[in-house]
């Protein structure tokens, strides 16, 4: 039989990269994360049962993130010491690590509010509308911020593979 | 039809309906610039998918354990675990101090700005250095993020300038007497080590401006032909 905390538990991935690409913190992450589980633990009789449980638990951490833990984000903790990373062959991984940190580093770059989008349109595959339940703004809001946020992400990471000419 | 980003987008996202789809590929079969900027937005989704991936070892996870048994929150220490560590938040720290790094190296306060118009070092970043902020790059303290061809026909420029204050992004546009500083935005971002957020008014000044992004290979045609159009 389904339960409640089972499947709060199997979203607890998609959440954390979630609250990730929000807080760009691992630390602050954490927090939302943890805040959001208990409120929705807490809540969990106001989550009607057969829509979707991962736009209610992204929107509460939308909200917790934006109403009261945004300002007491945390600096970026230390670098933990590389070898923690590598691999069997050296040099793949540190190529892969290479571009990690570009993607990285580019989603980091947007505007909060891009970010957002970003994470829940092109990471999660939600759809507009869904999107915009969740961040609770016009679905012509989500547009404009995903184009924006594409322009500048396609242009720091956007090499395509090669076109095929028109005939 | 204008294929502009938002049409993009939605065809990307699946968000047309049979008919404007329909209208789109129509419109990409006649526009090499828009079939480029379509694969370009492809790419960089394909890597943001690939490279920030969900962590599913979620055996290890002392949330989960939280959630299932019911302990109270206070019980459990939030305590860093050496043993687990998500792919994506490690290479957030890489970043995060990557970024820091830089900021820490670059200091000078030397204005870029004169009477309006770019001068020195942001200068020749506008006039001379292709689009594409790397990390190591030599370019220093300031970095071009993009080309738009403006609705006037004027070129014009997002950059970014790191300073030990922090981050400045500002939009330039190229005119005969220079390039002329349009906007920016000098909000420091007070995160430590983070990387400023990129400036919501600069993406409006773009917006302004209108036109479209240029792509690597015209933007380089233009860069070497000291910015004459063919």
Redesign the interface.
């Known amino acids: 039989m389904p339960s409640f905390a089972r499947d709060l538990v199997e979203l607890l991935p998609r959440a954390r990269r979630f609250a990730w690409v929000l807080t760009r913190s691992h630390h602050d992450a954490e927090d939302v994360l943890q805040a959001a589980v208990e409120r929705a633990l807490r809540h969990s009789g106001t989550w009607e049962r057969g829509t979707r449980l991962d736009s209610w638990l992204f929107r509460i951490m939308q909200n917790l993130w934006r109403d009261e833990l945004r300002a007491h984000r945390r600096k970026a903790e230390p670098l933990e010491a590389a070898g923690e990373i590598m691999g069997t062959d050296g040099r793949e991984v540190a190529m892969k690590h290479i571009q990690t940190v570009q993607a990285s580093a580019a989603l980091s770059q947007l505007p909060e509010e891009q970010r957002a989008v970003i994470a829940l349109v092109v990471m999660e595959g939600m759809s507009y509308q869904e999107a915009a339940d969740i961040l609770e703004i016009p679905v012509g809001t989500i547009m404009s911020r995903l184009a924006r946020a594409r322009a500048r992400l396609a242009a720091t990471l956007g090499d395509p593979p090669p076109v095929r000419a028109a005939k | 039809m204008e294929l502009?980003?938002?049409l993009?987008?939605?065809y990307i996202?699946g968000?047309l309906d049979a008919p404007r789809r329909a209208q789109v590929e129509r419109a990409l079969?006649?526009d090499?610039g828009g079939?480029?900027?379509l694969?370009?937005?492809?790419?960089?989704?394909e890597?943001?998918?690939?490279?920030?991936?969900?962590?599913?070892?979620?055996a290890a996870?002392p949330?989960?354990q939280?959630?299932?048994q019911?302990e109270s929150?206070a019980a459990t220490p939030?305590a860093r675990l050496a043993a687990w560590?998500?792919?994506?938040?490690?290479?957030?720290?890489?970043?995060?101090?990557?970024?820091?790094f830089l900021l820490a190296r670059v200091g000078g306060g030397s204005s870029a700005v004169h009477e309006g118009f770019a001068s020195g070092r942001l200068q020749a970043a506008l006039e001379h250095a292709p689009?594409?902020?790397?990390?190591g790059d030599e370019a220093g303290a300031t970095s071009v993020?993009?080309t738009v061809n403006a609705r006037d026909g004027r070129y014009c420029r997002l950059y970014r300038q790191r300073a030990e204050a922090g981050v400045t992004e500002g939009v330039a546009c190229r005119e005969s007497a220079g390039w002329r500083v349009v906007a920016f935005d000098g909000t420091v971002d007070d995160?430590?080590?983070?990387?400023a957020?990129?400036?919501?008014l600069m993406?409006h000044e773009?917006?302004e401006l209108g036109g479209a992004?240029l792509e690597p290979a015209v933007e380089k045609a233009l860069l070497a032909g000291e910015w004459t159009a063919r």
């Open positions: 502009n980003d938002e993009l987008c939605a996202d968000e079969e006649q090499a079939r480029l900027r694969a370009r937005m492809r790419a960089a989704d890597r943001l998918r690939k490279e920030i991936p969900v962590d599913s070892n979620a996870d949330l989960a939280f959630i299932l019911g929150a939030r560590r998500p792919t994506f938040a490690l290479a957030a720290g890489c970043a995060a101090l990557a970024f820091g689009s594409g902020a790397r990390l993020v993009l995160a430590g080590y983070h990387t957020g990129a400036s919501p993406d773009l917006d992004t």
